[in-house]
């Protein structure tokens, strides 16, 4: 299911440098939430539609960058 997520969501992105309005700020933060995007969005399809015992998706998400100068940054409260 990730694979159909992330397949879809980075389409849009191509789609939306293509038409030059894609807003992308250059900041590991933005890369952090986009790496968890599908993550979630699959988590909310399992949620809300596959049959409970089923899920296959769950539990904490994790993210974690690390900027050229060695710096790590975390959203989802990792210790660097």
Same mark, same amino acid.
């Given at each position: +299911? =990730?694979? /159909? /997520?992330?397949?879809?969501? $980075?389409? +849009? =992105?191509?789609?939306? *440098?293509? %038409?030059?309005?894609?807003?992308? &700020?250059?900041? &590991?933060?933005? =890369? *952090?939430?986009?790496? $968890?995007? &599908?993550?979630?969005?699959?988590?909310?399809?399992?949620?809300? =539609?596959?049959?409970? #015992? !089923? *899920?296959?998706?769950? #539990?904490? %998400?994790?993210?974690?960058?690390?900027? &050229?100068? #060695?710096? !790590?940054?975390?959203?989802?409260?990792?210790?660097?």
């Amino acid at each position: +299911m =990730f694979n /159909a /997520a992330i397949s879809g969501i $980075l389409s +849009m =992105f191509n789609i939306s *440098r293509e %038409r030059k309005v894609l807003d992308l &700020p250059e900041e &590991p933060a933005t =890369f *952090r939430k986009i790496a $968890l995007w &599908p993550i979630d969005q699959v988590c909310k399809v399992q949620e809300n =539609f596959v049959i409970e #015992g !089923y *899920r296959l998706v769950g #539990g904490k %998400r994790h993210n974690i960058s690390i900027t &050229p100068q #060695g710096e !790590y940054e975390s959203d989802t409260g990792d210790n660097c």
